[in-house]
């Protein structure tokens, strides 16, 4: 017997998006599992549950790029959707951030958030955030 195609596919909707752009500032991180209304953005990437960072390989030379601390990245062509995350290949540790690019995350707790990149540079990167429920299952 197949499977039951109702049961298959999880039930998606929205945690939580960015209601104004979030502005990560270098060499400092955020927490896209967080209902706290600044995503819990710390300096450094050490603290629980922290999922992406945003640095620049040398101080002042403008080339932001989007650590996945907690979590994965990957560089995403589709539209903002849990679909196009969970079916994106190319997740890494980090990816260079490119204004308007857009980008998946796997956090720290197992759900994807869509990043789209408004600006970036001058010791700053901002970015349009939606998270998405449930969880994906673990490989």
């Known amino acids: ?5 109702t049961t298959s596919a999880p039930q998606v909707a929205v945690r939580r998006q960015s ?7 270098l060499e400092y991180s955020v927490d896209l599992d967080s209902a706290q209304p600044n995503w819990k953005i710390q300096s450094g990437n050490t603290g629980p549950g922290v999922d992406v960072m945003y640095y620049e390989t040398r101080q002042g030379k403008d ?3 989007i650590q996945g601390a907690g979590g994965d990245v990957a560089r995403v062509q589709g539209s903002r959707s849990y679909r196009t995350c969970e079916a994106a290949t190319g997740y890494t540790g980090e990816v260079k951030a490119a204004p308007w690019a857009s980008y998946c995350v796997r956090t720290s707790e197992r759900r994807f958030a ?13 970015f349009d955030v939606v998270v998405w ?4 299952a673990s490989s």
């Open 114 to 126: 869509y990043l789209t990149v408004r600006s970036e540079g001058a010791g700053q990167g901002v």
């Open 133 to 136: 429920d449930p969880p994906f």
């Open 63 to 65: 080339d932001g790029l």
């Open 19 to 25: 209601e104004i752009p979030l502005t990560i500032s």
């Open 1 to 5: 017997a197949g499977s039951d195609p």
